[in-house]
C-alpha cells in the first residue's frame, strides 16, 4: 500500500517562504513524476510544479521564478520551495506521484493536503 505524507504546511505573510515535503512510502517498484497541485476555495485543483525521475521540470505560469521543485529519488520524496508568497497562493496543496507497485502497471497516488495560507 502506498502513502505520500506531505509537511511544511502553515501560515506565512506576503513575500515570506515555506517548503513543502511529500514522501511515499510502501511496497513501490518505481515513481516517475511526482508533483504538486493544489486547490483553492472555489476553484478547480490546478497543477503547480511537476518533476519526472530525471529531474526535468514543469511549472504553472504563475509560479515560475518563485516555486522551485525539486526531489530526493532515494527518500522517495518531492520538495516544493515556495518563494515570494503571494495571498493568491493561498490553497490546499496536494502532493501527486505516479507510481508502479509492480511491472507494467502505473497509477496516480494523493498526498492528504497540507494548508498553505498567505496573509496579506
Known amino acids: 500500500q502506498v502513502q505520500l505524507v506531505e509537511s511544511g504546511g502553515g501560515l506565512v505573510q506576503a513575500g515570506g517562504s515555506l517548503r513543502l515535503s511529500c514522501a511515499a512510502s510502501?511496497?513501490?517498484?518505481?515513481?516517475?513524476?511526482m508533483g504538486w497541485y493544489r486547490q483553492a476555495p472555489g476553484k478547480q485543483r490546478e497543477l503547480v510544479a511537476t518533476m519526472t525521475r530525471g529531474g526535468r521540470s514543469n511549472y504553472v505560469e504563475t509560479v515560475k521564478g518563485r516555486f522551485t521543485i525539486s526531489r530526493d529519488n532515494a527518500k522517495n520524496t518531492v520538495y516544493l520551495q515556495m518563494n515570494s508568497l503571494k495571498p493568491e497562493d493561498t490553497a490546499v496543496y496536494y502532493c501527486?506521484?505516479?507510481?508502479?507497485?509492480?511491472?507494467?502497471?502505473?497509477?496516480?497516488?494523493w498526498g492528504q493536503g497540507t494548508q498553505v495560507t498567505v496573509s496579506s
Open positions: 510502501g511496497s513501490i517498484f518505481s515513481i516517475a513524476a
Open positions: 501527486n506521484a505516479e507510481i508502479s507497485l509492480r511491472y507494467g502497471r502505473w497509477d496516480d497516488y
